[in-house]
Nanobody
């Protein structure tokens, strides 16, 4: 069973950048599509971006043009490069398969955008 561990979050000023990583304990190659999700306080978890095994990507309108998802199947790692961060991007960020699988949810990584 694959376990996913997110890292790279932190406190950043508006307009700043962060790169999140999602390390898998096993091979992610077998997972056709991977995604990054986030959950802000009082809100439902939302899908931000997804990427197929072959590298095709899709983004939510709220992050399109600012976030970039990528995956390194050889390193079993998923990434999310975030730029032009806004206070409304503050949330806990998670990686998972797409569609999401209950067993894959990890602890997430907190991203706080504040001056």
């Amino acid at each position: 069973q694959v376990q996913l561990v997110e890292s790279g979050g932190g406190l950043v000023q508006p307009g700043g950048s962060l790169r999140l990583s999602c390390a898998a304990s096993g091979s992610i190659y077998s997972i056709y599509a991977m995604g990054w999700y986030r959950q802000a306080p009082g809100k439902q978890r939302e899908l931000l971006a997804r990427i197929t095994r072959g590298g095709s990507t899709n983004y939510a309108d709220s992050v399109k043009g600012r976030f970039t998802i990528s995956r390194d199947n050889a390193k079993n790692t998923l990434y999310l490069q975030m730029t032009s961060l806004k206070p409304e991007d503050t949330a806990v960020y998670y990686c998972n398969s797409y569609p999401s699988t209950g067993d894959y949810w990890g602890q997430g990584t907190q991203v706080t955008v504040s001056s």
